[in-house]
């Protein structure tokens, strides 16, 4: 197998700086206005070949990606591996290598294991994207959540961001904690001890907090996330009437974030747990708005990358 001979992968947020983020953000704001007015160019990626490797399971994320590689003209193959057949790292290069006999531009991979994507990248000559990796990081996720932050709210630094609930298994959680740092926000995390592992006290611009009450005062956004049931073991969380109880977004919580603060959820919801339908319904939600600068983001990645490695 080729070793990679360029750097043209997005593996994870932790270590890019601004000047790295905002190109990105930037092209995605274009191509959310070019689609919206039914102008992506198809020329862009036209020839090319993206392969979408989904190991674990995903509506959100795998369409978005299809449709941004077919926006910009590419040949779109799915492929979708059943969790259960996976037998860990040989299999996964056994995978890499046939993908590499058959010259595909871009992989798109979602799997459970952290680091996976980052082996893949090794293994291949294609331009690499994490699409979620265990509970490591899901790059895309935050430069979307960033897009959509920045379009309501002008800016990216001095923002207060609560992100709450199941942040121990979240890669939201930690591709979205590396960014706004990056970006000069502060973070405010909240959720169950349980659910929030002590080690991100220590991080710079972040505050634990495990009261929503204490956690969403004046804060400018509100990330909700799902309890990640797949990734735990038993008793971690009560029961959902109690956890929402405790730890959902309901209108009462809401309102002592500063008037007019986004609500967020980058999906699958579970109404009634983690987040009221009446908040998630609510005006101040830009939860489909993140599904459409998803695209956007994501036909970003796909075309910087291959211009990217073009220019190496
Ligand atoms: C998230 C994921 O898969 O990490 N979903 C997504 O990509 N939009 C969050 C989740 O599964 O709860």
């Known amino acids: ?46 020839g090319r070949t993206l392969i979408n490797l989904f190991f674990e399971d995903s509506t959100r994320t795998r369409t978005s990606f299809e449709i941004a590689g077919k926006r910009l003209g590419a040949d779109v193959i799915n492929m979708t591996v059943a969790t259960s057949s996976v037998n860990k790292g040989e299999t996964l290069l056994d995978t890499a290598s046939t993908l590499n006999a058959m010259r595909c531009d871009l992989l798109v991979i979602r799997h459970a294991q952290s680091g996976a994507p980052a082996l893949l990248s090794q293994k291949v000559e294609a331009s690499v994207v994490n699409a979620g990796d265990g509970m490591h990081e899901h790059p895309t996720q935050a430069l979307l959540d960033a897009l959509t932050i920045r379009r309501h709210l002008g800016r990216l630094d001095n923002l207060e961001i609560a992100i709450c609930g199941d942040i121990a298994h979240s890669r939201v959680a930690r591709s979205n904690l590396h960014l706004l740092q990056a970006m000069g926000s502060r973070i405010r995390l909240i959720g169950p001890p349980t659910l929030l592992p002590s080690a991100f006290a220590s991080a710079k611009n972040v505050t634990l907090y495990h009261s929503m009450e204490e956690g969403l005062k004046d804060a400018d956004v509100v990330m909700c996330l799902r309890i990640q049931r797949e990734r735990m073991g038993a008793g971690l969380v009560p029961s959902e009437r109690e956890y929402f109880a405790l730890f959902g977004l309901d209108q009462r919580r809401l309102a002592l974030a500063k008037p007019g603060a986004l609500v967020m959820h980058p999906g699958p919801m579970n109404r009634g747990v983690e987040v009221a339908s009446t908040v998630a319904d609510s005006p101040q939600s830009v939860i489909s708005e993140q599904v459409e600068m998803g695209v956007a983001v994501r036909m970003a990645v796909l075309d910087r990358l291959l211009r990217m490695r073009s220019a190496a």
């Not at 092209?27 to 102008?39: K, W």
């Open 1 to 46: 197998m080729t070793p990679q001979r360029h750097s043209a992968h997005l593996l994870g947020i932790e270590g890019m700086g601004p000047q790295a983020i905002i190109p990105f953000l930037d092209l995605a704001e274009s191509y959310a206005l070019l689609s919206r007015s039914r102008q992506a160019p198809h020329n862009v990626l036209r």
